[in-house]
């Protein structure tokens, strides 16, 4: 099994590129790069990890930086930490976590000592609240120029609770996330020093070159490349002279670095048409393995689908790895529990794979803007795996004419609910995980099939690429995105992001009247919601003809593409108006029915009022 990458050699030269196609994308956007070089030994029976981190900070910005911050995610599984605290005080609080933090012993927490820091070997000083550190420099970093830092650190794995930890609930010995010191990231707003709560991260673009020493007997699945196959190979047992081994990974641009471990990880590798490979780590039990014998040829596929529909995936290589406690992505490799039917299994991984394109390659700051990549990543997991059911990929199930019906029954069941909270809260500050989760995940998901209603196919698919490739790389905000639909669809769609980013306003329209007109018809329809929104409009006479209408709405300064349907486009509805009229030259007495949103894609609460039907004769 050879899954050697990329060569020692190419590191320097890599980071120098990398710099380079940062410094050249400043136009967009700067932003600062680093490189994490780190040696670390886990200590398996102690569960104690003690290592050494050298980083270097490249300062894109305009500014002079005086200070450097970083996470220590470890320090949020001790009785107390703001994790434990936030959790117990919810009123729908993560069964995970609950009040399982609260109640861990000395030898069960987790934690992360800072041993000794420097800057050019010369000490620094160091301040740690909870999960965040803040160093003072002894020389500031002027724009465009570097340094390095120096730090020596000791953590204490604790139990699984939350992502990371020992001995998940499916015996995986070590799920290794957030586990080391992790700069902080510097933008355009300054710095983002949100305590770990159990939510979302952000960080800076990274290289990083990871040697991890642990006991022989263990395979090790992480982020990157690995360099020394022959020494370090899952599927070859050591000789009893080697106590210990070394891995050693090294990663292309990415923005963080998780790995597992496991003395029983079964590694299975798949070579796709253009040679890039999917490697999957699981243990080798009667229960479950079968199901991941099957998953490989299915990742194959979806793959072309996401690509098709998003936009190239740009690694070597992707990994699927057992471990944490549910679903969680990582640059180049995903945790993910293993003991699953295959329907549930590649649901899992199609959605934490697919976090590489909205989130390990876009990197929205995930703790202000969550639903830029949990809910656009849940959209197109829709559109994938219905697209997978349909072509057989997944026996004993059956694709859905509407793949979004369920994530749009289960939007309206909250929307305009007192609980409901806008788009624009941050995600660690929603006063349930309830409205976090629906805001998230399922308005975040509505969002992009609220703008396949109003700008149409063709552009919106060709503006959801444009977004990915133009944006890759440089840590989008909502504007961004927005921007770019709007040039892929020659709409005004600032009111959009307005109402659907930034209040809970609802969508309610309905058919108010159909009435004879000296024999042709009359239709008023109503605005009840305070949403405004175009309305596509549906006149089915009795021979089963179809006259389709659509009527824009004032703000769009334009109408939804049709792609050559024949479609009648009507006046502009001007928001400001609770009522619209419009007269059509159809025969009332041949008149059938009067429907809205014959797809039901638009978020209108109230489908009772979207239909009219002609009295019997």
Request: with cysteine.
């Amino acid at each position: 099994m050879h899954y050697f990458r990329t060569s020692i050699h190419l590191v320097i030269p890599f980071v120098i590129s990398m710099m380079c196609s940062n410094l050249s994308a400043q136009n967009d956007r700067w932003q600062i790069n680093v490189k994490y070089d780190m040696d670390v030994e886990l200590n398996d029976e102690t569960h104690l990890l003690k290592g050494s981190q050298d980083l270097i900070f490249y300062n894109n910005s305009p500014d002079t930086i005086y200070h450097l911050w970083y996470h220590l995610y470890l320090n949020a599984f001790q009785p107390g930490s703001d994790m434990d605290v936030r959790s117990r005080f919810l009123p729908d609080p993560d069964s995970r976590i609950g009040e399982k933090i609260s109640k861990l012993k000395s030898d069960e927490i987790g934690y992360q000592k800072i041993l000794a820091v420097s800057q050019s070997s010369k000490p620094l000083k160091f301040y740690i609240e909870g999960t965040i550190m803040k160093l003072d420099l002894e020389s500031p970093v002027f724009p465009g120029d570097s340094t390095v830092i120096q730090m020596q650190f000791e953590s204490q794995i604790p139990v699984q609770i939350r992502r990371t930890g020992r001995f998940n609930k499916e015996g995986i010995a070590y799920s290794m996330s957030q586990w080391y010191p992790k700069l902080c990231n510097y933008d355009e707003h300054g710095w983002h020093t949100d305590p770990y709560i159990a939510r979302e991260f952000y960080a800076p673009w990274a290289y990083f070159d990871v040697k991890i020493k642990l006991a022989s007997d263990y395979c090790i699945a992480a982020t990157g490349y690995l360099q020394n196959p022959k020494e370090c190979n899952c599927n070859t047992k050591s000789s009893n002279q080697n106590k210990y081994k070394t891995w050693h990974f090294i990663t292309p641009q990415v923005h963080d670095f998780v790995w597992a471990a496991d003395k029983e990880f079964v590694h299975d590798s798949f070579l796709m048409k253009d040679n890039r490979l999917l490697f999957f780590y699981y243990r080798k039990e009667q229960a479950y393995s079968p199901t991941w014998k099957l998953l490989p040829p299915v990742m194959d596929r979806a793959l072309d689908i996401i690509e098709e529909l998003v936009g190239p995936y740009p690694y070597d290589s992707y990994s699927f790895i057992q471990g944490g406690d549910g679903g969680m992505e990582y640059p180049m490799a995903t945790l993910i529990t293993g003991n699953r039917p295959l329907v549930s299994l590649v649901g899992v991984a199609v959605h934490e794979w697919l976090h590489s394109w909205f989130q390990m390659l876009l990197a929205s700051n995930e703790a202000l803007y969550p639903w830029m990549d949990e809910g656009f990543t849940a959209y197109v997991e829709e559109e994938v795996m219905n697209m997978l059911k349909r072509e057989g990929w997944i026996p004993g199930s059956e694709p859905a004419e509407d793949p979004h019906a369920e994530t749009l029954a289960n939007f309206k069941t909250f929307a305009g609910s007192p609980k409901e909270e806008p788009l624009s809260t941050h995600a660690d500050h929603f006063s349930t995980n309830r409205a976090y989760g629906v805001g998230s995940y399922v308005k975040g998901a509505l969002c992009l099939h609220q703008l396949r209603y109003i700008m149409g196919e063709k552009p919106f698919w060709t503006g959801l690429q444009a977004y990915f490739e133009n944006w890759k790389f440089k840590h989008p905000n909502p504007d961004d995105f927005f921007r770019t639909m709007e040039k892929n669809s020659n709409l005004e769609l600032d009111w959009f992001k307005q109402y659907w980013v930034g209040t809970t306003k609802t969508i309610d329209y309905s058919i108010s009247s159909v009435t004879n007109l000296n024999g042709q018809t009359l239709i008023e329809l109503e605005r009840i919601g305070l949403f405004p929104m175009p309305v596509d409009i549906a006149l089915i006479l009795e021979d089963s003809s179809v006259l389709m209408c659509h009527i824009p709405l004032d703000l769009m300064r334009g109408h939804k593409n049709f792609d050559n349907q024949h479609v009648l486009i009507l006046n502009p509805w001007h928001w400001v108006q609770t009522k619209y009229k419009f007269e059509i030259p159809v025969d009332f007495t041949k008149l059938k029915y009067v429907v809205m949103d014959t797809l039901r894609m638009m978020a209108d609460l109230k489908e009772e009022n979207d239909y009219w039907e002609a009295e019997p004769k």
